[in-house]
C-alpha cells in the first residue's frame, strides 16, 4: 500500500511551535469585494470623464412625471436602490396597451447629444421603456397626455410578452417599432440588464450588456423608411433633432432601473 505524506510548510509549523494563528483570509474574498462597484454612485473616473448621476438610489430628485409638477406617486417608488414602475393593474388601456391616463417619469433636464447607461429589469410577461429626444410640449399635445412621444428604447420580457410577435422591431433593446436588435443576448427575466443610448448629432445607437445591437442615422433614406412605415409617421416633427428629456415608461407592467448615468457629447 502506498502512503501519501502530506507536506506541511515550515513556515506553519514554525507558527504552531510559536503559538501564532495564520488567518485563513485569501486575496480572492477581498477582491471579489473589490469588484463590486457600489449602486447610484460615480467613481472618480466618471466624474472626470463627466458623468452626471440621474438618480441617486433614494430620492426623486431631478424627476418629475411628464406634464406633471411633481411625482406621480401611485405609479413610481423606489425600492431597493432603484426606481420602480408600481404594476397598475386593471387599468383602462389605449389600443398599444398604455395606460389611458399615463404617468411616464422624465428627467427635469434635457440632453442633446449625450450617452446614456443604465441597468433594467422587468417583471414576468411585462413591457416599459426607456425614451430619449422627448418634447414635453409635444407629447401633452397629443392624448394620452401624460405619456412621452419619442425614440424608444425597448424593455420587454421577449418571451412572453405578446408585443414581441408583432415584429422583432417591438422586442428588448429595439429602437421601438422602428429597427429590431440583432446579436444581443438577454439577461433571465427577473435579473438586471445593462443598457446604453449613444445619441450624437445625427447618429444613435443601442447597446445591450456590452453589446452594439442597433445604429441609425437621422434624416437618411433607410430612416426615413423606418419611419413611413411606423406609428409614428403621422406626428409632424416627431424624429427632429432637438434638446430633449430622458423618460421611464409607465406600461402598467412592474419594471425597476438603477444606475441611471449621463454625459453631455456637446
Known amino acids: 500500500m502506498i502512503r501519501r505524506i502530506q ?32 449602486l447610484n454612485r460615480l467613481t472618480p473616473e466618471e466624474k472626470a470623464q463627466g458623468w452626471i448621476l440621474l438618480f441617486d438610489g433614494e430620492t426623486f430628485a431631478g424627476w418629475r412625471g411628464l406634464g406633471r ?26 389600443a398599444d396597451g398604455q395606460p389611458l391616463e399615463g404617468g411616464d417619469l422624465m428627467t427635469v433636464e434635457t440632453f442633446r447629444d449625450f450617452e446614456l447607461v443604465f441597468e433594467w429589469k422587468i417583471s414576468p410577461g411585462g413591457n416599459s421603456g426607456v425614451k430619449y429626444n422627448v418634447s414635453e410640449e409635444m407629447s401633452t399635445a ?42 444581443k443576448t438577454l439577461k ?51 424624429a427632429d433633432k432637438r434638446a430633449g428629456h430622458v423618460v421611464l415608461q409607465d406600461h402598467t407592467d412592474a419594471a425597476w432601473f438603477r444606475n441611471i448615468k449621463i454625459r453631455r457629447l456637446d
Open 7 to 38: 507536506v506541511v510548510p515550515a513556515f506553519f509549523v514554525l507558527s504552531l511551535l510559536s503559538g501564532v494563528v495564520i488567518p485563513n483570509e485569501g486575496p480572492t474574498v477581498k477582491a471579489a469585494a473589490a469588484e463590486e462597484a457600489p
Open 69 to 94: 409638477a411633481g411625482v406621480p406617486e401611485k405609479h413610481w417608488v423606489i425600492e431597493d436602490g432603484a426606481i420602480k414602475k408600481v404594476s397598475s393593474g386593471d387599468v383602462l388601456l389605449q
Open 142 to 183: 397629443k392624448p394620452p397626455r401624460y405619456a412621452a412621444l419619442g425614440f424608444e428604447y425597448q424593455i420587454l420580457d421577449d418571451d412572453l410578452h405578446p408585443d414581441a410577435k408583432n415584429g422583432p422591431n417591438r422586442t428588448a433593446a429595439a429602437l421601438y417599432d422602428l429597427i429590431a436588435p440583432e446579436g
Open 188 to 238: 433571465p427575466v427577473g435579473e438586471f440588464n445593462q443598457a446604453k443610448i449613444i445619441f450624437r448629432g445625427n447618429h444613435g445607437e443601442h447597446w445591450l450588456n456590452g453589446v452594439l445591437v442597433l445604429s441609425y442615422d437621422l434624416g437618411t433614406p433607410r430612416m426615413i423608411g423606418f419611419l413611413a412605415r411606423s406609428k409614428y409617421k403621422d406626428i409632424p416633427g416627431f
